[in-house]
């Protein structure tokens, strides 16, 4: 039977409550983990090896960090510590090695202000003076035969313009010396060393060429002669100083006279006077380049080609 209870109402087991679980509410995503930026990686490693690309690198990139959130910011610091320390020792031994190279350089050179000082200085040889075979050393030429005309002929061993006129009038002046008309007064000049390569060659035949007028002065024409026919053409060394002795004869050799470099100094003291001047009794007032001819003093500017020319000139002297 049926039964109510106090209320009226059938006994019936209560149903307990059933579980609801909570409705699912939006998703919290995760914590994103910063990135580490890349400069002050770079900052960090440079630092070992390039102090100022550390330096540089370290300060973008605490500006990326500051600016961007990211990670590395102790990377970046470390990185321009050490760079800068990089930096620090690096001007320092640059320093030090400039200090250093200058005291070396001030120590050599008082050494060899020392020295010098020390050594003694050598006095030039003095130029030969007098009269020595056909070597008139106080006039500064080569002089030959006894004839009232006197012909100075300015010449440089080594130029072309002086083969033609030697080879043009040689004949002509050795006949006027020959026959006592004339005297011939040879100054050889020597500034054409120039073109010789640095052999210094004008200076090198003018001084055999005296070697001859003063040990064997009646071949010393001769040699002129044979000093022009061999002539070297200018920008070579020209020839050598044994070649200048087999070119020269006589009873005594000049071998060693040429050897020992004697009377160089005196042709290119005597190519100075001639250049700057006063020349006395002529009627130019220095010498400007050779052939230069004067006729007691008269200059001579025909050809160096036309010996009928020279010998008018020449002649006119005797008039």
Same mark, same amino acid.
């Given at each position: 039977m049926d039964s109510f209870g106090p209320n009226g109402f059938r006994d019936e087991p209560m149903q307990p409550n059933s579980y609801a679980p909570p409705l699912p509410g939006p998703v919290t995503p $995760?914590?994103?983990? #910063?990135?580490t930026n890349t400069l002050a990686i770079v900052s960090l490693a440079s630092s070992f090896f390039v102090g100022l690309v550390a330096v540089i690198t370290g300060h973008i990139a605490l500006g990326q960090i500051r600016a961007r959130g990211e990670l590395g910011r102790g990377f970046a610091l470390a990185g321009l510590i050490i760079g800068y320390v990089h930096l620090a020792v690096t001007a320092f031994l640059v320093v030090l090695l400039i200090v250093f190279a200058s005291a070396v350089g001030a120590f050599f050179v008082a050494l060899n202000a020392g020295l010098a000082s020390s050594t003694p200085t050598e006095s030039p040889a003095p130029l030969p &003076? !007098? %009269?020595l075979g056909a070597a008139n050393f106080d006039g500064g030429y080569l002089e030959f035969g006894t004839g009232a005309v006197i012909? /100075?002929? +300015?010449v440089d061993?080594?130029? #072309? $313009?002086?083969a033609q006129f030697e080879k043009t009038n040689g004949e002509l002046l050795a006949a006027g010396v020959e026959s006592g008309v004339i005297t011939l007064r040879v100054h050889s000049l020597t500034f054409l060393d120039r073109v010789s390569q640095g052999t210094n060659y004008s200076s090198r035949a003018s001084a055999a060429l005296t070697c001859q007028a003063t040990l064997n002065p009646d071949q010393s024409l001769d040699y002129l002669s044979a000093l022009f026919a061999e002539q070297p053409l200018e920008q070579t060394t020209g020839l050598s100083d044994s070649q200048l002795v087999d070119l020269a004869s006589g009873a005594v050799s000049i071998a060693d006279c040429v050897e020992a !470099?004697? +009377?160089? &100094?005196?042709? %290119? %003291?005597n190519t100075e006077t001639a250049l700057t001047g006063p020349i006395a009794g002529a009627e130019v007032a220095s010498i400007q380049g050779t052939p230069t001819v004067l006729v007691d003093g008269a200059l001579y500017t025909g050809s160096?080609? /036309?010996r009928s020319e020279f010998q008018a000139f020449v002649a006119a002297a005797f008039s």
């Open positions: $995760f914590a994103t983990v #910063p990135k &003076t !007098g %009269q012909v /100075d002929e +300015y061993l080594m130029c #072309p $313009f002086c !470099g004697e +009377y160089q &100094t005196w042709s %290119q %003291q160096n080609l /036309d």
